[in-house]
T-cell receptor
Framework: AQTVTQSQPEMSVQEAETVTLSCTYD???????LFWYKQPPSRQMILVIR??????QNATENRFSVNFQKAAKSFSLKISDSQLGDAAMYFC????????????FGRGTSLIVHP | NAGVTQTPKFQVLKTGQSMTLQCAQD?????MYWYRQDPGMGLRLIYY???????DKGEVPNGYNVSRLNKREFSLRLESAAPSQTSVYFC????????????FGPGTRLTVT
């Protein structure tokens, strides 16, 4: 069974600074997809960024970027120029065609942003 | 465009009571999902429906039933609520058979006393 591990239950960052959230996963599949979801205090989960395993280039969405290390099975999220609105729970997720694309979620990292 | 809607947003039940959580999506998605979220546990899949007319168990199906009423609606029923079912429940939808993201509803906070 695939597993997704987020080893940092909580992280904190100063406003305008950069923070990196870690995620590792375990899989024997070669074709899969990785996601970072954000859950603010309102509880509404939204997708932050997505990475296809076959793509070597790291995905980027504005201030959010990933460091995808396929051999190491690592998928970290970097948030640049952190803003107060970035404070949320962040979940790493993995899905694969072999698993009917049903994602497996990590347990989450709570990000605190200090003004 | 409402996306994924869930009702109710909050509910308190007594042990043994039953209730149905409603979910609807207006994005013409084929696949719908029910998750529960507990502190420190992330999201755990209860049931999913890959397409209209089909439902399958997820990781934690015991104590729950689901109905895919039509393409838009996917309900979750607790027949006899237990305190262990106190949780936040999320409905989600996605396009079928690909890597597309899941779209989540706002969640239902359920407390069973």
């Amino acid at each position: 069974a695939q597993t997704v591990t987020q080893s940092q239950p909580e992280m904190s960052v100063q406003e305008a600074e950069t923070v990196t959230l870690s995620c590792t996963y375990d899989t024997s599949e070669s074709d899969y997809y990785l996601f970072w979801y954000k859950q603010p205090p309102s509880r509404q989960m939204i997708l932050v960024i997505r990475q296809e395993a076959y793509k070597q280039q790291n995905a980027t969405e504005n201030r959010f970027s990933v460091n995808f290390q396929k051999a190491a099975k690592s998928f970290s999220l970097k948030i640049s120029d952190s803003q107060l609105g970035d404070a949320a729970m962040y979940f790493c997720a993995y899905s694969t065609p072999g698993g009917s694309y049903i994602p497996t979620f990590g347990r989450g990292t709570s990000l605190i942003v200090h003004p | 465009n409402a996306g994924v809607t869930q009702t109710p947003k909050f509910q308190v039940l007594k042990t043994g009571q039953s209730m149905t959580l409603q979910c609807a999506q207006d994005m013409n998605h084929n696949s719908m999902y029910w998750y529960r979220q507990d502190p420190g546990m992330g999201l755990r899949l209860i049931y999913y429906s890959a397409s209209e007319g089909t439902t399958d168990k997820g990781e934690v199906p015991n104590g729950y039933n689901v109905s895919r009423l039509n393409k838009r609606e996917f309900s979750l029923r607790l027949e006899s609520a237990a305190p262990s079912q106190t949780s936040v429940y999320f409905c989600a939808s996605s396009r079928q058979g690909n890597s597309y993201e899941q779209y989540f509803g706002p969640g239902t906070r359920l407390t069973v006393t």
